[in-house]
């Protein structure tokens, strides 16, 4: 099964910053709306922040619009997502997804993706 690969997650202090990446060698990200999702112990799984495949919209969650920052390099079909100000509350795996649709109001919607990566894990403490 196709799958995307995250990485670039770690333990990292409290108000430090981390970029993740989601890249694949069997698709070309710019056809898709990429989403990054987190899911933190105990906790249903999170939309925190997408990208659509028309253009360039981004779309953040309340909870981090002032501090995630998602991005495409199409050049490296890789998409990033930057979180600054790392509080303890974002500890979760992060996974990334792709989905073909360009509907906003799908992006934090789990279901609207069709492929996957298996999660990378980000820690906050000091």
């Known amino acids: 099964q196709l799958q995307l690969v995250e990485s670039g997650g770690g333990l990292v202090q409290p108000g430090g910053s981390l970029r993740l990446s989601c890249a694949t060698s069997r698709l070309t990200l710019d056809y898709y709306t990429i989403g990054w999702f987190r899911q933190a112990p105990g906790k249903e799984r999170e939309g925190v922040s997408c990208?659509?495949?028309?253009?360039?919209?981004?779309i953040y969650a309340d909870s981090v619009k002032d501090r995630f920052t998602i991005s495409r390099d199409s050049a490296k079909n890789t998409v990033y997502l930057r979180i600054d100000n790392l509080k303890p509350e974002d500890t979760a795996v992060y996974y990334c997804?792709?989905?073909?649709?360009?509907?906003?109001?799908?992006?934090?919607?789990?279901?609207?993706?069709?492929?996957w990566g298996q999660g990378t894990q980000v820690a906050v403490s000091s």
């Open positions: 990208i659509l495949r028309s253009g360039s919209s981004t």
């Open positions: 997804a792709a989905g073909p649709f360009t509907v906003r109001t799908m992006c934090g919607v789990a279901t609207s993706y069709s492929y």
